[in-house]
C-alpha cells in the first residue's frame, strides 16, 4: 500500500512540476519580444484567414516560437475568430499579446486618396489609379456605365464625389472609393439643400450643384465664393447668360491647350454659358461644400460682373461700364481711374440699363 501511494505522490509532483514547468513556458512565450528580422516589417491577413493557420505561418517566417502557444493564447482570450483582413505594421518590440491585438484590431495600414475640390471625377479617378494600391474596375467605362454601377442617381457622374482625403485598405476596388465619396455629397448636399435661403433661381439641389462646380472653378479664395454666387444668382433671377469660362474650358476637353478663343466663345455646345441662356447641363468640377453652401446663401449685393485681378482676387461691378474699366485696368494693364480704391460694393451703385445688359450678353 505504501508503495501505491509513494508512485501516487511521485506521479503527482510530477504532474505537478510539468504543469508548472508548461505554465512558465506559456508565460515565457508571452513575454518574450517578436523574432523578427528587421526593427518593423509588414504582415498581410488574408481574407478568411484562420488563427491556425496565421500562427502556422508566423512560426514558418520564425516571428513566434510555438504556433501552438500562439494558438492557446488566443483560445483562451477569445480571440480565435476575430482576425481581421488587411496589411499590419509589425514592430520587433511587440510580444505575441500585443500581436495578436493588433491582428484582430483592424487598425490596418491605411494609403490615402486625396479628392481635391475643382477636380473633375475622370481627374479623381486618375489619382485612385496613381496610387498603386487600389483594385481598378473602373476605367474604360463611359460615363453611362459608371453612373450605373456606382448607383448615382443622375445621368451623369461629375460633381458626384465629396472633396476629401479618405483612408482604404490595400486592394480596395475604386468602385468602393468612389461609392464612399458619393454616399457623402449626396448626404452633404441634400443637408444643405433643405437649409437653402428663400427665393433662389435654382429649382433643384442637382441645379445647387452645377451652380456650385462652376463657383469652385471661379475662385479659390473663401471669402469670395458668396460674393461670386451672389453674381451668379443675380444673372439667372434677370435672365442674363452666365458668361463663365470654367464652363467652355470643360466643353472643350481635350481640344482646351491653354487659351480660349472668339471661336470658341461663339461655338454652341451645351456648356458654352456665353452662348446658353442658362446653367450647363451638369456640373463641370467637384465642388466644395464651402461653394454649395455659398450658392444656397448668396451674398446680398448688386454686383452683375467680376473680373480677375491677377492675384487670386476679383474685381466687382454692378455696371458694364465699370466691368469694362475694370477688365482694361487689370487685364490690359491700361490704368483706369473710375475704379473705386476698394471692391466693397456701394449701395449707390447703378442697376444696368438695358443697353448694358444687352451688350453683356454679346
Known sequence: MKTVLSALLVLAIAGAALAWGGWSLY????????????????????????????????????????????????????????????????????????????????RSIQFPVTIV??????EALAAIEAAEVFDMTLTDLSDAALVERLGIDA???????????????????????LQRAYRRMRAALDAAWA????????DSAYEALILASIVEKETGRAEERPRIAGVFTRRLERGMRLQTDPTIIYGLGDEYDGDI???????????????????????????????????????DGDALFFVARGDGSHYFSATLTEHNCAVRHYQLNRPCANLRDDDAETPEAAVPSDAETAAADT
Open 117 to 122: 475640390p475643382g477636380m473633375t471625377f475622370r
Open 155 to 177: 445621368g451623369h457622374p461629375e460633381g458626384w464625389l465629396y472633396p476629401d482625403t479618405y483612408l482604404f485598405d490595400r486592394g480596395t476596388t475604386d468602385r468602393a472609393i
Open 27 to 106: 508565460r515565457d512565450f508571452l513575454t518574450t519580444p517578436l523574432q523578427l528580422p528587421a526593427p518593423e516589417l509588414v504582415y498581410r491577413v488574408p481574407e478568411g484567414a484562420t488563427i491556425r493557420g496565421v500562427a502556422h505561418d508566423l512560426a514558418d517566417r520564425g516571428w513566434i516560437r510555438s504556433r501552438f502557444l500562439f494558438t492557446l493564447h488566443a483560445y483562451e482570450t477569445e480571440q480565435q475568430n476575430a482576425l481581421k483582413a488587411g496589411e499590419y505594421a509589425i514592430e520587433a518590440t511587440m510580444r505575441p499579446p500585443e500581436l495578436l491585438a493588433l491582428l484582430t484590431s483592424g
Open 195 to 202: 437649409e437653402r435661403s428663400d427665393a433662389l433661381p435654382i
Open 261 to 299: 478663343t472668339r471661336e470658341h466663345l461663339r461655338r454652341p455646345t451645351p456648356y458654352n454659358t456665353y452662348v446658353i441662356p442658362a446653367l450647363p447641363p451638369t456640373p463641370i468640377a467637384l465642388p466644395s461644400l464651402a461653394a454649395i453652401e455659398a450658392v444656397l446663401h448668396p451674398a
